[in-house]
């Protein structure tokens, strides 16, 4: 991948509406990067597998995307769009979501991606014939491709980033979109380009298609669990706006996909090609001198775009080339604020070229220095402290982190918008001299442990509150002026918590007792209070929030956790809170009629 510079998006509206055989065999077969940008996190799709709707989810199908992205070779993008459920029609799509705000993120989207060639799976010429927002992905996909590169088109983003203009633009067509295979055949194909996607990768052992089938199959909550295929499988692209390719037999043509396109990139693809050209299997660490040749050119590029990629990617190489193993672990799942917690700290070489491990830097801003020679398989590892700052994040996604609308997530912070997950505030930096040559490899602090009958796992290392609540129903309705009985759970997320409970209620409704006291030992550990609340005498509706205050700090938030074995386990924090109704019901009669619907 590194010999070449092609990119390519595909656009559409959900996880799932990606097209995995495409994705892979641009990835895998043409060594494109590629991206899927889906507009929405699904969050307005049903669940096959467990209890989350909505925002949760739409974590769970983040990571399902992130998890089918690892397969096929592709890389995740979103705007800030709700899926907030069907819609007939793409007007009816872009009243909910805000468009200008959509428009913004999908031109951000290309602005930050700098694709060469950009492909909508749905069709933007035929609104109101299929799912609004599949319309709408496509329509705004054709419009950021004429506004991306236009300076006056949401300026401030070029506070970070530069314009940019794909060169061609497609849609992802097929028999389907004609109504049958007869009408398809019949049809005008001289804007179609063709390519079998059913590939074959001897140095895989498998085919595009086996790929793509694993891939899709990641998709669990939605039902796409499936069998694997195999053999020819022609993909058809129609062509929509831009340069039309020379050659229709590549996607390509006419663009320079060489190093030659990045200023002073020629003697850094020189280097590469050579490596590429002649690469030793067998001991693939002879190419070490070279890739950090290359590493060392790459940092004097003018464009901060291309020197963070292909930094990263040829750190990535040399990390493989070496046999180079580094892990942090912390020795919890999780820390509270203004706490310490144990690191283990391990750095391996599997090979003979020579490797120093200068020191460690963590993102509290602590250095260990060690100054350790890594020999050739003998494994080095040790302990450090770090420091949960009083300052430090909590681990949530960053888009549920403020309130949004039906169609829209809100999230202020221009440089998070699009990213498929919230950036870890939990790392450590390992600073290295490989041949005399100072790298330094960040890698995130996990949770490593071992379960007798399933073996070897790991969980992202979370911060969390010191405190956490839960209610034990979403809404309480009460018929009559009759008190009724509400549960609280605290669940502890430091060690020896000590405070008070007590719940937030609207005027007119009383709750006894009005605090009660939290002595939770070990954290993880969870205290349950009961408490009585009473209606007022007329009918009304509220809410009601549990609020634990420890010290000077209240915590009202509910730790929800996400524990599939498809996907890493995910922490999200919600603002607990149930809906409170009391209803004057009088009932009449004693039958209920049913009436059956489509489902």
């Known amino acids: 991948d590194l010999g070449t510079d092609m990119r390519l998006m595909c656009v559409a509206a959900h996880p799932d509406d990606e097209n995995t055989r495409l994705i892979s065999y641009m990835s895998n077969h043409e060594k494109a990067r590629t991206a899927y940008l889906s507009l929405t996190r699904g969050d307005g799709g049903q669940n096959l597998i467990g209890p989350e709707l909505r925002e949760l989810l739409g974590v769970i199908r983040t990571q399902e995307l992130l998890a089918a992205r690892r397969i096929d070779g592709g890389e995740q993008r979103f705007t800030r769009a709700n899926d907030f459920g069907y819609s007939k029609h793409p007007d009816e799509t872009l009243a909910i979501w805000n468009k200008d705000e959509v428009l913004s993120d ?7 991606f700098k694709p060469d060639i950009i492909i909508n799976r749905f069709d933007h010429r035929t609104p109101g014939t299929t799912h609004g927002h599949h319309t709408s992905s496509a329509m705004l996909s054709m419009e950021a491709f004429d506004l991306a590169n236009n300076p006056n088109s949401f300026p401030s983003q070029l506070n970070y980033t530069q314009p940019w203009q ?19 055949e019949k049809a005008d194909k001289s804007k179609l380009l063709s390519f079998d996607t059913g590939v074959y990768y001897p140095l895989l052992g498998v085919s595009n298609n086996e790929i793509a089938s694993l891939a899709s199959s990641q998709h669990l909550c939605q039902g796409f669990g499936r069998l694997s295929q195999r053999g020819t499988e022609k993909e058809y692209i129609e062509f929509l706006k831009g340069d039309f390719p020379e050659d229709k037999d590549n996607l390509f043509s006419g663009i320079d996909t060489s190093w030659n396109r990045v200023k002073g990139g020629k003697a850094i693809g020189h280097i590469l090609y050579a490596v590429e050209k002649n690469f030793n299997f067998t001991n693939p660490s002879v190419h070490i001198p070279d890739l950090l040749k290359a ?30 193993y580094l892990e942090v672990s912390a020795n919890s799942t999780s820390a509270s604020l203004d706490t310490t917690v144990e690191l283990t700290v391990e750095a391996l070489n599997r090979s003979t070229v020579p490797i120093v491990l200068q020191s460690v830097t963590l993102s509290d801003g602590n250095t260990v220095n060690k100054n350790i020679p890594l020999k050739n398989n003998k494994d080095e590892s040790f302990k450090t402290e770090y420091y949960v700052s009083k300052n430090t994040p909590y681990s949530s996604p960053y888009w549920l982190k403020e309130k949004g609308t039906l169609g829209m997530y809100k999230v202020d912070n221009q440089q998070l918008i699009g990213l498929p997950e919230t950036p870890s505030n939990v790392f450590v930096n390992f600073n290295l001299k490989i041949n005399d040559t100072p790298l330094s490899i960040q890698k995130k602090v996990v949770y490593r442990y071992s379960k007798p009958d399933k073996g070897e796992l790991y969980k992202p290392f979370d911060i969390v509150p010191q405190a956490s609540v839960k209610l034990d129903s979403k809404v ?16 502890a997320g430091k060690d020896n918590l000590k405070g008070n409970v007590g719940i937030s209620h609207p005027n007119g409704w009383h709750v006894y007792p009005e605090q009660q006291t939290v002595a939770i030992s070990r954290k993880d550990e969870s205290q349950t209070f009961s408490f009585l609340i009473l209606p007022p005498k007329d009918q009304q509706e509220g809410t009601m929030n549990p609020i634990v205050t420890v010290g000077n700090n209240a915590y009202s938030d509910e730790l929800i956790e996400i524990d ?7 922490t999200v924090l919600m603002p607990c809170e149930s809906k409170l109704v009391r209803l004057d019901i009088q009932k009449k009669g004693e039958n209920i009629g049913y009436i059956v619907g489509a489902g």
């Not at 599939?564 to 995910?570: A, D, V």
């Open 166 to 184: 794909p060169k061609r633009i497609f849609f992802n067509t097929s028999w389907w979109f004609y109504g049958s295979q007869e009408k398809f």
């Open 295 to 324: 590493y060392e050119l790459v940092q004097n590029l003018d464009d901060d775009h291309w020197k963070t990629l292909k930094s990263k990617e040829l750190l990535d190489i040399i990390q493989a080339c070496t046999g180079l």
């Open 476 to 491: 309480y309705i009460f018929a009559d002026d009759q008190q009724k009985e509400v549960t609280v759970t605290v669940k």
């Open 564 to 570: 599939y074995s498809h996907i890493p386990f995910q």
């Open 106 to 112: 999908v031109v951000w989207a290309i602005r930050t």
